[in-house]
C-alpha cells in the first residue's frame, strides 16, 4: 500500500529529530605504549654502593657519621645522595656546615657556573683552625653536587650547625625543622661520627645525648652509620690552635670490611650505631684555601 505524501513527510521530520549531530570522521589512535615517557636525568652516580638498597627507602634519614678532615667521607656522602636523586626522589644533603652559610650556599648552587672562590668567600672557610669541615673535599662536594642539581637531579644542601655550646641539641632542632618541611623528601646528613651516635653518655658526660639520639623520637626509622676506620689519615685539630691542626695518622679498628653498607650493629656497643660504612682507608684533606697540593677527592 503506498502512504500519502504527507505521512512520509512527518516520518522523515521524525527521524531526523532522532539522529545525533554526525560525528567528524575518526583518525586511528595512537598505539598505547607500556611505558610513560620518563623524565629521569641521566646522570653517572658511580659504582652502585653495595647494601645501600637496604637504608634508601623513599622519606629515608640517614645519618653518616664521619672523621672530619678525609677525602672519602665527603665523596661517599654525594655518592649516596646521587644514587637516590636519580630515582627521582628529593633528597636532601645535610651537612654539619653554620646555618649563616645557607644563603651562600643557595645562591652558589644555583649557578651554571662560578668560581669556586665565591662559595669559600666567608669567615668560616678562611677561619685559622680549619677542623675539616671546610676542607678541600667538603669543597668539591659542594661543587659535583652543583653538576648534579644541573644535570637535573633533585638534590639540595642543607647548611644546620647553627654554632654554641649545646650543639647536640640545636643541630637537631634544625633538621627536626627542615625534616617537618619536607616529609617526603630522603634526609641525608654527613656530620661528625660522635654527633651521629643514637645512645647516652661520654666519657667526659655520663647523661649526654646527642643530635642523632635527641632526633630518635621524632625520628624512629632513623638510620646512623658510623665510618669503618681502616687506616689512613685526616686533617685533624688536636686543640683550639692553628698548630695543633694537621694531618695525623690513623689506626685501623677491627677487620677490614667490604665497601659499602652494612647493617650489623658492633657487638660491643650495639646502642650506638644501626651499622657502618665502608670506604677503605682514608686519606687526609686539607683546609679547601691551603690545598695547593691537594689530590682531587674521590667519586
Same mark, same amino acid.
Given at each position: 500500500?503506498?502512504?500519502?505524501?504527507?505521512?512520509?513527510?512527518?516520518?522523515?521530520? @521524525?527521524?531526523?529529530?532522532?539522529?545525533?549531530?554526525? *560525528?567528524?570522521?575518526?583518525?586511528?589512535?595512537?598505539?598505547?605504549?607500556?611505558?610513560?615517557?620518563?623524565?629521569?636525568? %641521566?646522570?653517572?652516580?658511580?659504582?652502585?654502593?653495595?647494601?645501600? *638498597?637496604?637504608?634508601?627507602?623513599?622519606? !629515608?634519614? @640517614?645519618?653518616?657519621?664521619?672523621?672530619?678532615?678525609?677525602?672519602?667521607?665527603?665523596?661517599?656522602?654525594?655518592?649516596?645522595?646521587?644514587? &637516590?636523586?636519580?630515582?627521582?626522589?628529593?633528597?636532601?644533603?645535610?651537612?654539619?656546615?653554620?646555618? +649563616?652559610? #645557607?644563603?651562600?650556599?643557595?645562591?652558589?648552587?644555583?649557578?651554571?657556573? $662560578?668560581?669556586? %672562590?665565591?662559595?669559600?668567600?666567608?669567615?668560616?672557610?678562611?677561619? *685559622?683552625? #680549619?677542623?675539616?669541615?671546610?676542607? *678541600?673535599?667538603?669543597?668539591?662536594?659542594?661543587?659535583?653536587?652543583?653538576?648534579? %642539581?644541573?644535570?637535573?637531579?633533585?638534590?639540595?644542601?642543607?647548611?644546620?650547625?647553627?654554632?654554641?655550646?649545646?650543639?647536640?641539641?640545636?643541630?637537631?632542632?634544625?633538621? /627536626?625543622?627542615? /625534616?617537618?618541611?619536607?616529609?617526603?623528601?630522603?634526609?641525608?646528613?654527613?656530620? $661528625?661520627?660522635?654527633? !651521629?651516635? /643514637?645512645?647516652?653518655?661520654?666519657?667526659?658526660?655520663?647523661?649526654? +645525648?646527642?643530635?642523632?639520639?635527641?632526633?630518635?623520637?621524632? +625520628?624512629?626509622?632513623?638510620?646512623?652509620?658510623?665510618? !669503618?676506620? +681502616?687506616?689512613?689519615?685526616?686533617?685533624?685539630?688536636?686543640?683550639?690552635?692553628?698548630?695543633?691542626?694537621?694531618? #695525623?695518622?690513623? /689506626?685501623?679498628?677491627?677487620?677490614?670490611?667490604?665497601?659499602?653498607?652494612?647493617?650489623?650493629?658492633? &657487638?660491643?656497643?650495639?646502642?650506638?650505631?644501626?651499622?657502618?660504612?665502608?670506604?677503605?682507608?682514608?686519606?687526609?684533606?686539607?683546609?679547601?684555601?691551603?690545598?695547593?697540593?691537594?689530590?682531587?677527592?674521590?667519586?
Amino acid at each position: 500500500m503506498r502512504l500519502p505524501l504527507r505521512y512520509l513527510l512527518a516520518a522523515t521530520v @521524525v527521524l531526523g529529530g532522532c539522529r545525533t549531530t554526525p *560525528e567528524a570522521p575518526t583518525t586511528p589512535e595512537a598505539p598505547a605504549t607500556s611505558e610513560a615517557p620518563t623524565t629521569k636525568p %641521566r646522570v653517572d652516580c658511580g659504582p652502585t654502593i653495595p647494601g645501600m *638498597e637496604a637504608v634508601l627507602k623513599p622519606s !629515608a634519614f @640517614v645519618v653518616l657519621g664521619e672523621i672530619h678532615g678525609t677525602q672519602e667521607a665527603p665523596a661517599f656522602a654525594t655518592r649516596l645522595a646521587c644514587h &637516590a636523586a636519580a630515582t627521582g626522589q628529593p633528597v636532601r644533603l645535610a651537612l654539619e656546615l653554620p646555618v +649563616e652559610e #645557607q644563603p651562600r650556599l643557595d645562591a652558589w648552587l644555583a649557578k651554571q657556573d $662560578g668560581d669556586a %672562590r665565591e662559595l669559600t668567600d666567608s669567615a668560616f672557610w678562611r677561619r *685559622e683552625v #680549619q677542623d675539616g669541615r671546610s676542607s *678541600e673535599a667538603m669543597k668539591q662536594l659542594l661543587v659535583r653536587v652543583r653538576d648534579l %642539581r644541573h644535570a637535573g637531579l633533585p638534590l639540595q644542601v642543607l647548611a644546620f650547625d647553627p654554632g654554641g655550646k649545646e650543639r647536640d641539641t640545636t643541630m637537631a632542632d634544625q633538621l /627536626r625543622a627542615a /625534616r617537618s618541611e619536607a616529609r617526603a623528601d630522603t634526609f641525608i646528613v654527613l656530620v $661528625g661520627n660522635l654527633h !651521629a651516635r /643514637r645512645d647516652v653518655g661520654a666519657p667526659w658526660n655520663p647523661s649526654l +645525648e646527642f643530635m642523632t639520639h635527641r632526633l630518635l623520637q621524632a +625520628e624512629p626509622g632513623l638510620v646512623a652509620l658510623d665510618i !669503618a676506620p +681502616e687506616g689512613g689519615s685526616a686533617w685533624i685539630c688536636r686543640g683550639m690552635t692553628a698548630d695543633t691542626c694537621g694531618q #695525623q695518622s690513623l /689506626r685501623s679498628r677491627g677487620t677490614a670490611q667490604p665497601p659499602g653498607i652494612s647493617l650489623q650493629k658492633s &657487638a660491643d656497643a650495639p646502642d650506638r650505631y644501626d651499622g657502618s660504612y665502608s670506604v677503605g682507608a682514608l686519606s687526609a684533606s686539607p683546609p679547601a684555601l691551603d690545598a695547593s697540593t691537594a689530590t682531587p677527592a674521590p667519586r
